[in-house]
């Protein structure tokens, strides 16, 4: 099982393989009202991609619940943008595991418009 505290640590530090060995191979990955990502190589290069618009990004956990397969974490997260201002934006990320306890579906729900906005 994966815990939300250890899932975003390794996203701030953008270490994305090793976020991305939480995922099961055949994981399906949303953010927003984008296009759906499947599996986890196309998980790994989209986050790559999202994470090369900005020069960092900080998680502050603040509730998260678990119950069974479903873990879901309401979050303010922090973007370093490229010019160097911060922009803090709340979000929600919604995840489930499989019986390996990899993660299976995980979906993040935040207004990224701050963050790229002039």
């Known amino acids: 099982m994966t815990d939300a ?5 390794l ?3 953008q270490d994305l ?3 991305g060995a939480l995922f099961a ?3 399906r990955f949303v953010m927003g009202n984008g296009e759906p990502l499947e599996g ?3 998980i790994v290069a989209g986050n790559k991609a999202f994470f090369a618009q900005v020069r960092g990004i900080r998680h502050q956990v603040l509730k998260a619940w ?3 397969a479903d873990t879901i974490a309401e979050t303010d997260v922090t973007y370093l943008r490229l010019d160097g201002q911060e922009v803090t934006v709340p979000g929600v990320a919604i995840w489930q595991v499989d019986e390996d306890g990899l993660i299976a579906d995980f979906r993040v729900f935040a207004d990224h418009a701050p963050v790229f906005a002039p």
């Open 5 to 9: 505290q250890s899932l975003f640590r």
């Open 11 to 13: 996203i701030d530090a």
């Open 17 to 19: 393989e090793g976020a």
């Open 25 to 27: 191979p055949d994981a």
């Open 40 to 42: 986890r190589e196309a």
């Open 66 to 68: 678990t119950v069974e």
